[in-house]
Nanobody
Framework: QVQLVESGGGLVQPGGSLRLSCAAS????????RGWYRQAPGKPRELVAV???????NYADSVKGRFTISRDNAKNTVYLQMNSLKPEDTAVYYC??????????WGQGTQVTVSS
């Protein structure tokens, strides 16, 4: 079993920055990719950024140039650096760990609110 714990959310003014962290623990094998998703009220969950086992990254068009996903394999942790935040970035952010043989795992979510 794999556990994912997110941290780093909070309230920030437009134009500000936050860094989210997602620490994984447990039986972690055959990782396909790790990603960040978000869900705003009344909207479906959407992919924000993903980093593959090989280190390739991909971003939603709405966050390109503002968000950066990275990882520390020694700590089993993935990060999402969010800069130039906008009110439309307000959502609950979830981290995901995708495996080849054991399915996907999700964190509990962390709230990000961008407001003046």
């Amino acid at each position: 079993q794999v556990q994912l714990v997110e941290s780093g959310g909070g309230l920030v003014q437009p134009g500000g920055s936050l860094r989210l962290s997602c620490a994984a623990s447990g039986r972690i094998v055959s990782i396909n990719a790790r990603g960040w998703y978000r869900q705003a009220p009344g909207k479906p969950r959407e992919l924000v950024a993903v980093i593959t086992g090989g280190g390739s990254t991909n971003y939603a068009d709405s966050v390109k140039g503002r968000f950066t996903i990275s990882r520390d394999n020694a700590k089993n942790t993935v990060y999402l650096q969010m800069n130039s935040l906008k009110p439309e970035d307000t959502a609950v952010y979830y981290c995901q760990l995708s495996t080849y043989y054991s399915g996907n795992y999700w964190g509990q979510g962390t709230q990000v609110t961008v407001s003046s």
